[in-house]
């Protein structure tokens, strides 16, 4: 019975991961098939509504997907249930990221549903455990991703000087990451400050920002990839 336990909490473990791989190279539906498995699997091992990380793992998986295919709201509900696990089993700070990742993807989702305050709540709590990390290390692509929403959301409210505070800020972290060479965070965040120029009203520097995430874009993957590239980030 153990051993069939350990070998099913490995299988959830292994589906998380193909999940993660499908979400990260845009394949939604394939992703989707992984993270309802995995959640499938770790539900079977310790029950459902178990508090344990393993639901919290994939219930948060399963909602990043969702929200990357456009099913916002049932992503929102995957999301809350999985951060408030991992609140009621955080250890000395080994869910920081894992909140801190669910906070950000509920930031964005309330963002594009138009709920400014309420994304900008969610998207300070994240930054702020960010902040907290002593590296953010592997999770460095997230948090220019909560600055790059951050700015946006500013933005949407016409509060430039708080748009253009994060979306610099975004463009610093991941240039510094990046050792100033080419990187896909680094190309997003060009553009984030594209687009908070434009809405400002300098259209000179909204025009330096975007040639220079476009021809980021272009190096990273080609004249011929970066039209889809362009399109996933904007």
């Keep these: 019975e153990a051993a069939e336990r350990a070998d099913a909490e490995l299988a959830a473990g292994i589906q998380n991961n193909l999940s993660y791989v499908f979400y990260k190279t845009q394949r939604f539906d394939r992703a989707r098939v992984h993270a309802e498995e995995a959640l499938r699997l770790a539900e079977a091992v310790h029950g459902v509504g178990a508090k344990h990380r393993d639901i919290a793992e994939a219930k948060n998986s399963l909602g990043s997907v969702l929200a990357g295919g456009g099913q916002s709201d049932r992503a929102a509900e995957l999301i809350e ?29 309330r963002a594009g549903a138009g709920q400014y305050q309420s994304a900008i709540e969610s998207l300070e709590e994240a930054l702020a455990l960010y902040r907290s990390m002593r590296s953010p290390g592997p999770h460095t692509s997230d948090l220019v991703a909560c600055l790059y929403a951050l700015g946006l959301v500013h933005r949407g409210l016409e509060q430039y000087d708080r748009s253009l505070l994060f979306h610099a800020e975004a463009l610093a972290v991941a240039t510094e990451a990046g050792n100033g060479a080419p990187h896909p965070d680094t190309a997003r965040a060009l553009y984030g400050m594209g687009r908070h120029h434009a809405a400002a009203g300098d259209a000179s520097a909204a025009e330096s920002y975007y040639t220079r995430s476009a021809d980021m874009y272009r190096e990273l993957y080609g004249q011929a990839n970066a039209r889809p590239a362009l399109g996933r980030t904007f």
């Design 81 to 109: 249930e999985s951060v408030a696990l991992f609140r009621e089993i955080e250890s000395e700070g080994s869910s920081t990221h894992h909140i801190a990742f669910g906070l950000k993807n509920l930031g964005e989702i």
